[in-house]
């Protein structure tokens, strides 16, 4: 396989694609960071002002480090869409950043934030093992 650069249409497809991937992850991470804005006093306490039982304290902590995690997680995807986006401006969009050949329709559009090819990905994957 060799480089080719996307057309126009396709393009503005996978533009398309990021700026709602953008959107929805914006909105998640805005949603968790709403979701646990309570102070410290209100980790203790229920709606009542009772205080709540050890459980039910160890449990709503659990829950908010997983829902950090996961707005975590959703920032690293959310910066490998900025990088697919200037990539895009800069029409090298859809170019392995490992092998320099072109990243199959298939891959783009399952990842439309992926830098690199299966193969290459796949070779990225195992020297971390």
């Avoid at 320099?100 to 891959?107: A, C, F, L, Q």
Wanted: proline content about 2%; overall charge positive; aromatic content about 6%.
């Amino acid at each position: 396989m060799t480089q080719t650069k996307l057309d126009k249409k396709k393009l503005e497809l996978y533009k398309k694609l990021l700026l709602k991937l953008k959107e929805d992850f914006l909105y998640d991470i805005n949603n968790i960071a709403q979701g646990h804005n309570g102070g410290a006093d209100s980790e203790s306490r229920d709606v009542s002002g009772h205080v709540q039982h050890m459980a039910d304290v160890a449990t709503d902590m659990y829950d908010r480090e997983f829902s950090l995690g996961l707005a975590s997680n959703e920032r690293e995807v959310l910066q490998k869409v900025d990088v697919a986006l200037k990539k895009i401006k800069d029409k090298s969009y859809g170019i392995c950043t490992e092998c320099s050949k072109s990243i199959p329709d298939v891959r783009l559009r399952a990842l439309p934030y992926v830098e690199t090819c299966l193969k290459c990905q796949e070779k990225i994957e195992s020297g971390r093992r």
